[in-house]
């Protein structure tokens, strides 16, 4: 029998962050490859309100699914590769719902620190962007003196 010191478990638990990490600041990277700003902001702040809303309503079943069909979806969020990517590596899963028969993307594992770890991300990578974007602006716009 194998015995874990607290010690050990710090260091699983911090390793497995390390590599959640990684696998949403890539999903990120590709969405930024693959879309133009506004579109990728657009997604960024969908996946954040989705990501506070299980968070902050834990037990209400609205909050732990979101139709694939539903067209305000689709358009800010679902059509991106990398957006559905990140959604899953938050713990939803692709699924036919048994009751509306439709697609859904649905919070398979409800763990509020993988939660909370990837919301930080989505919201970090949007105050980033915004000021990526708001720098690039203003270097190409001359103001008058």
Known sequence: MEMHTVSDELERVSKAAEDMNLQVMQALQ???NS????????????????LG???NHPYEKKFS????????????CGRHPA????????????????????????????DPGLLW?????????THSN?????ESVASK?????
């Not at 879309?35 to 989705?50: F, G, N, P, Y």
């Not at 770890?117 to 990578?125: D, F, H, Q, T």
């Not at 716009?141 to 003196?145: D, F, G, N």
């Open 83 to 110: 957006a559905l990517e990140i959604l899953k590596l938050a713990g939803f899963r692709s699924e036919r719902d048994a009751t509306s028969n439709e697609d859904v993307l649905r919070l398979s594992r409800s």
């Open 35 to 50: 879309t133009r700003h506004q579109e990728m902001l657009e997604a960024l702040k969908t996946m954040t309100v989705i």
């Open 130 to 134: 915004i000021q990526d974007f708001t």
């Open 117 to 125: 770890l990837i919301r930080s991300c989505v919201e970090g990578a």
């Open 141 to 145: 716009v001359s103001v008058p003196s």
């Open 53 to 55: 809303n299980v968070l």
């Open 65 to 76: 699914q979101v139709r694939l069909a539903n067209r305000g979806f689709h358009s800010r």
């Open 30 to 32: 590709r969405l930024r």
